[in-house]
């Protein structure tokens, strides 16, 4: 990375950043970020999320998150509180510690799960620094 | 621009984290090497410390046999087990709750790793119980291999009339039969005078109720036999105190032991004998259902061996098992036929208790501290001496369910620890459980 990161994992206003941020701000973070619509269809990707999953962005932009990128997330512990935060329409900024399996291998992560009403994309920050 | 050889490798990448089945090769120890999106999506609600390291680990507290499974197995390669159930949770799901019910696969490859075929079985599991129930209803009916006893009983379980069949397959003759209640054909502590009811009302229910054990002739001599209890008229047709219902029994014991490894296989736990998490929470459920129809006496106790860590640690894993073994004979010494005993994970066992109040429970569990307490384990000539500690609690209108219930027993238990061990605690509303917050979480 030679720019410094604009905004850290666990910034109090990230969610407000990344809503605004372009493609190349995304991609100078050092922090994975899967944003998604209320459909559940990822619609932001980070080009470091896309290194460490092996997967293109053509693969995953336009794609159900829950089932095509990240299926391992489709439990009460992730998936159901973006919807349990969806459905009271209030926001959710959680910090939970998580093992994802990309290229099959158990990986220790921290995911914030980030929704706010009035936001339309939610995010997922995966930060492997855990 | 990829290569093709970069773009099929991304297809199998994706391929891999999009199959709905969970898929895990490990080492003989459990050690998790490779695991994909489905094992983790299953996997990460029952993991305790947030890890996928271990899959025995993971899965300690509802499959703690499988570490011991995979260790007494010994062709060098074979299915360890195949499409075995683990109960997570009671009862069923719906919705994204985490599975209930689990469906596990071993394939050890070699001496060196395994592969594990993880599933959700909840809703194939709810099916299949239907079914089998249906199948086993069926049998009855139509295989006549061996000889059958029919009578009619009424609404309050009392044989109506006699008839030759009844004589053939018990021996019981009519003057003692007539009006008197089926429990006569169950050996003593086989049936109690509410289960008897409870049978009915489950046969009005479901269109019929089946039991299979230990049945007794006139002479008191045993047999194996099944029990199908079906209602003779719809339920709407006659009026309750008229009802009828017709009782076949059967004398299956050339079918016994077949039927037996069968039930053994697929409900009882591996290492004790005694019945596994599965079995425990359908008899438990079903017993509550009876309890919240009519309310009476039903308590549980949670039994665990006090420091069995050091016993593992001290004498090895196999002095541990033989533990694990020695405690699960005293429970079924101590407890009666119609107590449900079971292994819930690790050193903790449970029982429940139909028809005994919360004082009647804490007697027995006090009979079983004394006699664990008493003797010491044989274990290859080493004499091994352990206590246990147990919790009580009984289930009354302020308590939810099985989940609730348990989560009192476990209470109770703590605090039995908490006050030196080797004790049995009963439940009252002023036990906290301080770590119940971290457990549940």
Known sequence: MTTVQAV????????????????????????????????????????????????????????????????????????????????????????????LTLRMRPLKVKLRLLAAPGVTTRFVLINRRA | MLSEQE???????????????????????????????????????????????NLFTVLEDVAPDLEHRVRSFEPRHGMVCDSVHVQVGPGTSGGRKNAQILSLSLLKLDSERLMAVLGDATESVTRDRELRQSQAWINIIVTGITDYALLSVDDQGRVQSWNPSIARVTGFEADATQGRSYAMFYPNDGIMAQRVLDRLHEADANGWSLDEGWRQRADGTRFWGSCLIAPLQGVDESKPEERVYSLIIRDISDRREANEALRRSVLCDHLTGLANRGAFFEAAELELQRWGRVPRPLSLVVIDADHFKVVNDTYGHAAGDAVLRHLAAGLVATFRTVDVVAR??????????????????????????????????????????????????????????????????????????AKGRDRVECWSAGVVHPASAAQTA
């Open chain 1, 8 to 99: 850290s994992f666990d910034d109090k206003t990230v969610l407000k950043y990344l809503d605004q941020a372009t493609d190349a701000d995304l991609d100078a973070l050092e922090f994975g970020v899967i944003g998604f619509d209320p459909e559940g269809v990822v619609r932001r990707y980070n080009t470091l999320e896309s290194t460490m999953a092996g997967l293109s962005l053509q693969r995953v932009i336009g794609n159900p998150l829950f089932t095509v990128v990240a299926p391992c997330m489709n439990n009460y512990l992730v998936a159901q509180r973006f919807e349990d935060a969806a459905a009271s329409g209030s926001a959710l900024d959680a910090t939970i510690d998580y093992v």
């Open chain 2, 7 to 53: 773009d099929e490798f991304e297809a199998l990448t994706q391929f891999l984290y999009m199959a709905p089945i969970g898929l895990m090769q490990t080492r003989m120890d459990g050690e998790i090497v490779m695991i994909n999106a489905a094992s983790a999506q299953l996997l990460m609600p029952l993991s305790r410390d947030g890890e996928l390291a």
């Open chain 2, 344 to 417: 819930l994970g690790g050193e903790e066992f449970v029982v429940l208790l139909p028809d005994t109040t919360l004082e009647g429970a804490e007697a027995v569990a006090e009979r079983l501290c004394q006699s664990i307490a008493a003797v010491a384990v044989d274990v290859d000539g080493t004499p091994i001496r352990y206590t246990v500690s147990a919790g009580v609690a009984e289930m009354e209108a302020g308590v939810s369910g099985l989940d609730a219930l348990i989560k009192r027993a476990d209470a109770a238990l703590y605090s039995a620890k």
